[in-house]
């Protein structure tokens, strides 16, 4: 998966934490979002639903989904 960045804010209690635990911090949280955003995960969560038809096809949901807009009459459904 592409390493960029995320908007993330932290919460802390704490106002005593050093910048290069802060930074440890933000990368263990990258590596937990980047094990689980990517194509196989998405297209485990979404349907297509093409006209008439809904489909599962990996290839099919990446096709759309790399499109700048979705074509008219197709929907993505998240299964959750």
Same mark, same amino acid.
């Given at each position: 998966?592409?390493? #960029?960045?995320? !908007? /993330? &804010?932290? =919460? =802390? +209690?704490? %106002?005593?934490? %050093?910048?290069? #635990? *802060? $930074?440890?911090?933000?990368?263990?949280?990258?590596? &937990?979002?980047?094990?689980?955003?990517? !194509?196989?995960?998405?297209? %485990?969560?979404?349907? =297509?639903? $093409?006209?008439?038809? /809904? %489909?599962? +096809?990996? +290839?099919? &949901? &990446?096709?759309?989904?790399?499109?700048?807009? *979705?074509?008219?009459? #197709?929907? *993505? =459904?998240? $299964?959750?």
């Amino acid at each position: 998966m592409n390493d #960029y960045s995320r !908007d /993330i &804010i932290f =919460l =802390l +209690k704490e %106002t005593c934490f %050093t910048k290069e #635990y *802060l $930074k440890q911090e933000m990368e263990f949280v990258h590596k &937990i979002v980047a094990a689980v955003d990517n !194509d196989e995960a998405f297209c %485990t969560a979404h349907e =297509l639903v $093409k006209r008439n038809a /809904i %489909t599962s +096809k990996r +290839k099919s &949901i &990446i096709k759309a989904v790399n499109r700048s807009r *979705l074509r008219s009459f #197709y929907f *993505l =459904l998240n $299964k959750n």
